[in-house]
């Protein structure tokens, strides 16, 4: 079946620094999502992107749709304690949750 | 707070018995999906409801069903339940059935011993 590579699985940083993960796949996605999951929570959707190409800011986050439909980035600037958490990226092929695929997230420490 | 409500948040079982998980969608949201959390696999997807209705289908083992109800809040029935099963099991909504916009409840956490 469809599956999303994520990475890194982890990440250390100290408060102030940018992050920088990303999800890759052999299959194409027509769209792509990132959640956070903070502890004890339920993920949280932070940006939904649908176009090949679409970069897509919010606040510090900023995201973009990879040209080939098989990869997106995530990237966090300037990081916060309260940036620790988990972090999906999803890819869904098309309507119907059933392709909607989570990638194994992102664990971010962040030390103040 | 996302306004989804699932019960009970912990549940403490023996393997063979069965567990019914319950999930209220966010007002308005007609659609209610059911996702499995494990330490090491991530969210997969179990099953999908829509008004009522399945929608969509997971990986979601034999032993477990589930169901809408008329007032659109959903249960998970676990039965048989295997040391495997424990997991976190989460329930999402949408207002239609297009598995972009979930919003999630904080989760169920089963422990089978």
């Known amino acids: 079946g469809q599956q999303l590579n994520q990475s890194p699985q982890s990440m250390f940083i100290q408060e102030g620094e940018d992050v920088s993960m990303n999800c890759t796949s052999s299959s194409i996605f027509n769209t792509w999502l990132w959640y956070k999951q903070d502890p004890g929570e339920g993920p949280v959707l932070l940006i939904a992107?649908?176009?090949?190409?679409e970069l897509t800011s919010n606040g510090r986050l900023t995201a973009q749709f990879g040209i080939t439909r098989k990869d997106s980035f995530l990237n966090i600037s300037a990081s916060i304690p309260s940036d620790v958490g988990i972090y999906f990226c999803?890819?869904?092929?098309?309507?119907?949750?059933?392709?909607?695929?989570f990638g194994k997230g992102t664990k971010l420490t962040v030390n103040p | 707070d996302s306004g989804v409500t699932q019960t009970p948040k912990h549940l403490i079982t023996a393997t063979g018995q069965r567990v019914t998980l319950r999930c209220s969608p966010r007002?308005?949201?007609?659609?209610v999906y059911w996702y499995q959390q494990s330490l090491d696999q991530g969210l997969q997807f179990l099953i999908q409801y829509y008004n009522g209705e399945e929608r969509a289908k997971g990986n979601i083992l034999e032993r477990f069903s589930a169901q809408q109800f008329p007032d659109l809040h959903s249960e998970l029935n676990l039965s048989s339940l295997e040391l495997g099963d424990s997991a976190l099991y989460f329930c999402?909504?949408?207002?239609?059935?297009?598995?972009?916009?979930?919003?999630f409840g904080e989760g169920s956490r089963l422990t089978v011993l």
């Open positions: 999803a890819g869904l092929t098309q309507g119907g949750s059933e392709k909607l695929v």
């Open positions: 992107l649908y176009k090949a190409g």
């Open positions: 007002s308005g949201d007609l659609s």
């Open positions: 999402a909504s949408s207002v239609d059935g297009s598995g972009t916009w979930l919003f």
